[in-house]
């Protein structure tokens, strides 16, 4: 979860550097960074579905562990995309960034109700 959030921070903050247009290199420092957050993201979601998959075939809800795994790595697409197009000042990318948003909040929302979430573990 400490992952999602600070990619989600960074995300944030490269985006506005961005779109300031401002001529110093603090938007590029932070995309990379949030690069290297990708990383991290990517291996320790690959990593908790691997390890829990004999728990999630049990409780039936390997289609939906799927599902976000499949809806992680398009919110880590388009957001790099939606990066990218930000620094060149293309049109395409107030679109794109809202789709990212959308498919973050889809992503946090799976994690949340699945029976690994943290909803399941106060019931």
Excluded: C
Excluded at 4 to 17: E, K, Q, S, T
Excluded at 57 to 81: P, W
């Amino acid at each position: 979860m400490t992952t999602i959030i600070l990619a989600v921070i960074l995300y944030v903050i490269a985006l506005v550097l961005y779109l300031r247009d401002s001529p110093n290199n603090a938007g590029k420092m932070t995309h990379m960074i949030l690069r290297a957050d990708y990383i991290f993201l990517i291996f320790s979601g690959l990593l908790v579905y691997i390890q829990n998959m004999e728990g999630i075939s049990a409780s039936g809800g390997h289609m939906m562990y799927g599902l976000k795994v499949l809806f992680g790595l398009a919110a880590v697409a388009l957001m790099e995309i939606s990066l990218v197009r930000a620094n060149r000042s293309a049109p395409a990318a107030k679109g794109l960034t809202i789709a990212a948003v959308v498919i973050v909040v889809i992503t946090v929302g799976l994690g949340i109700y699945l029976p690994l979430g943290p909803l399941s573990s106060m019931f």
